[in-house]
């Protein structure tokens, strides 16, 4: 199982980014998966979820109305599409991914078993 995250940038606020991670090696239809990020000093948090089968969607306040999970089925691939970015957003990205997650615990790192090695976002001018 692997989990290969990518397209993290320096780019300046009000800008735009497309994050992937490009997911193989088990059945897609009964996991979910996550975006987190971490910045520096600070916990690790939850960004966007999506569950796999059926596509329902879930976001951090801070990011709702700006960022859009996606999939592409064919390349077994989540998207993490970010305008309208700002500095706070600046941190560590990292896509992970679980099978049974329901949406009252997808917040919880614990319950993710596989995890990317993240990719990093600056947001500045």
């Known amino acids: 199982v692997q989990l290969q995250a990518s397209g993290g940038g320096l780019v300046q606020p009000g800008g735009s980014l497309r994050l992937s991670c490009a997911a193989s090696g088990f059945s897609f239809d009964v996991y979910a998966m996550t975006w987190f990020r971490q910045a520096p000093g600070k916990e690790r948090e939850f960004v966007a979820f999506l569950k796999w089968s059926g596509g329902s969607t879930n976001y951090a306040d801070s990011v709702k109305g700006r960022f859009t999970i996606s999939r592409d089925n064919a390349k077994n691939t989540v998207y993490l599409q970010m305008n309208s970015l700002k500095p706070e957003d600046t941190a560590v990205y990292y896509c992970?991914?679980?099978?049974?997650?329901?949406?009252?615990?997808?917040?919880?790192?614990?319950?993710?078993?596989?995890w990317g090695q993240g990719t990093q976002v600056t947001v500045s001018s």
């Open positions: 992970a991914s679980g099978s049974g997650i329901i949406l009252s615990m997808a917040r919880q790192t614990r319950v993710y078993t596989y």
